[in-house]
């Protein structure tokens, strides 16, 4: 596993982060040696990006607030300029545990995009009212478009092979739950198989909750939106060009 991780990039996109990262960052060079750690600073107004580079992790700046989706996208061309297959997305919070990664690179051996999976067995995550009912929703839905049983479609925890690192890179979008949702539309809808792997969930080590519980029904409208839009957009497709080997 350790060439594995040697030829992957951990990518944290992180807003006003500076109370998680630096421990997130030094526990995942502790748990995954030899990976490569990209922290994206998306804007941030505190000290997010000194903290992560004192905890050894590379730092790419952004001048103002992108999303999870501009974050990442910096994160795929990153990968993509320094030889590096896999991506994987980690919060800078502290809720994905790194030591799943390995679990989530097994997994691309047969897929190219692996959701670390919440709702699949592991851990004792709930979500409740009308944002539970978006992501049973969205669950069911993505799984027939991805044809394969997906239980945790807006997991932030996930991993992405050399094919949809190349297609990412290019097409990865920004808009508000698009680095979720509409993600695994273009990929699925690219050729590009979808799985998930159960992984346990654990409570934020810092900063503030991006998702407000009194906005769940906010939520719900604006999944059921990103979904439509996610749907109306052509399929892109992947060429040999856009394929590199393994």
Known sequence: MTSELERTLIVMPALNEEESVGDVVREVLRTLPGVHCLVVDDGSTDNTACEARLAGALVA?????????GAMRVGFNYALEHGLSNVVQVDSDGQHDPAGVPEL?????????????????????????????????????????AKTKLSDTTSGFKASGP?????????YPSEYLGDTIESLVIAARAGCVVRQVPVAMRPRAGGTPSHNPYKAATYLGRAMMALVFALMRPPIALTEASVPNR
Do not use: C, Q, T
Not at 61 to 69: A, D, E, K, Q, T
Not at 117 to 145: D, H, Q, T
């Open 105 to 145: 690179l097994a997994a691309l051996e047969s897929a190219d995009v692996v959701l670390g999976a919440r709702f699949a067995g592991e851990g004792n995550y709930e979500v409740r009212g009308p944002r539970r009912w978006a992501m049973l929703l969205l669950s069911g839905i993505l799984s027939k478009i």
């Open 61 to 69: 700046r952004l001048p103002f607030n992108l999303g999870v989706g």
């Open 163 to 171: 094919r949809a690192v190349r297609l990412f890179a290019e097409h």
